[in-house]
């Protein structure tokens, strides 16, 4: 981490306050939450990247510090770091809140998922849009000490605080998922429809901040089969390998049938469904009044129960924007958490 004396760093402090927060990853999802004008009441007290941590006791200047990673620049060029050490540097840094808007890296699911549950249990809370600790164990999550600690809303696309409040009931009365939770493949297919080709596609899509950093997440299915997994997981403890889920693959689809099919009133979709037996997922074909027919822009999340109610989560938590936007709910919900506990104990 940087001295805080280091004069360098001094450029990015601020008059901070309360809550404290730590935010781990400067990506594009990284930039937009730092930026938020929300944010003002608080204390940004350290940020991290893939070089090292920067953090002072006055608080550091969010846009600022955004501006300058867009200027292609990582946080040892300041004066600090060396090789990240996260779970140190997050120890002593002691925020109260940590904000993980890091990559999800699929091979490193059992480092992600020690160091979340590491910032729990030294009592902070943790709001995350990466998916690997949770996908590594969900049932680590739910213990109540925790799960009042964690927020998740992001990794779900800004359905999963809407989830977490209403899970124990879900627990109860589910009998089948039904999901659209991948925005990318929505945009995709929009623009196939529209008489795109393939690449003018992926480049629309990446216009519109989409891709996973490895692209090949999104269009080989893994990012869809992981959503579903996860949520299969929570709310029925169904034990099931993401890998082992077939998937279809975007490349695999008739562009013609696609472009057809909307000239006749109908659309397609990646649609995933989970009941007790396992996951399925598979490109459909859906009326466009179909509850599952959303714009790109959104992600659905369905929970039917054994009377045929089915409770419908729809979340705009899509993109770098919209998955800050996400993840500020999550932190202003646990926020409010937090206040109210303090006030029982003060009671």
């Not at 990247?49 to 006791?57: E, F, P, Q, V």
């Not at 292609?72 to 996260?86: E, F, H, S, V």
């Not at 999550?141 to 990794?155: E, M, P």
């Not at 027919?293 to 369905?302: C, D, K």
Request: net charge negative.
């Amino acid at each position: 981490m940087t001295d805080p004396k280091n004069e360098g760093l001094e450029a990015f402090c601020c008059s901070g306050s309360s809550p404290t927060i730590s935010v781990l990853g400067l990506g594009p999802v990284g930039r937009a939450f730092v930026r938020l004008p929300e944010l003002s009441d608080c204390c940004l007290s350290s940020v991290s990247d893939r070089s090292g941590t920067l953090c002072h006791r006055k608080g550091l200047d969010g846009p600022r510090i955004a501006a300058f990673k867009e200027g292609g620049k990582n946080l040892a060029a300041q004066g600090g770091g060396g090789p990240r050490d996260l779970d140190l540097a997050l120890s002593l840094v002691g925020a109260q809140y940590v904000v993980d808007c890091t990559d999800t890296q699929l091979d490193a699911c059992s480092e992600s998922l020690a160091r979340s549950l590491a910032i729990l249990d030294r009592g902070q809370c943790l709001v995350s849009a990466e998916k690997s600790a949770l996908l590594a164990d969900p049932d680590a999550f739910l213990a109540a000490d925790r799960l009042s600690r964690f927020g998740f809303n992001a990794v779900l696309g800004g359905t999963g605080l809407e989830l977490k409040r209403e899970l124990r009931e879900i627990q109860q009365e589910c009998i089948e998922i039904v999901a659209v939770p991948n925005a990318c493949t929505g945009s995709l297919i929009q623009s196939i429809e529209e008489g795109l080709d393939r690449p003018e596609a992926f480049a629309r899509a990446r216009g519109r901040g989409l891709l996973e950093a490895d692209p090949e997440q999104d269009i080989d299915g893994r990012d869809a089969a992981i959503k579903i997994t996860m949520v299969a997981r929570l709310v029925f403890g169904l034990q099931v390998d993401w890998r082992e889920v077939e998937r279809p693959h975007f490349d695999d689809l008739d562009l013609d049938l696609i472009r057809w099919r909307r000239k006749e009133g109908r659309t397609t979709a990646l649609v995933c469904r989970a009941d007790r037996e396992g996951v399925r997922l598979a490109y459909e074909e859906l009326e466009l009044g179909s509850t599952l027919a959303i714009p790109w822009r959104r992600v659905l999340y369905g929970y039917q129960d054994r009377n045929g109610s089915r409770r419908i989560m729809i979340g705009k938590g899509v993109g770098a924007e919209g998955t800050a936007r996400a993840l500020y709910e999550d932190l202003l919900d646990l926020r409010q958490g937090r206040e109210e506990r303090q006030g029982r104990s003060r009671a």
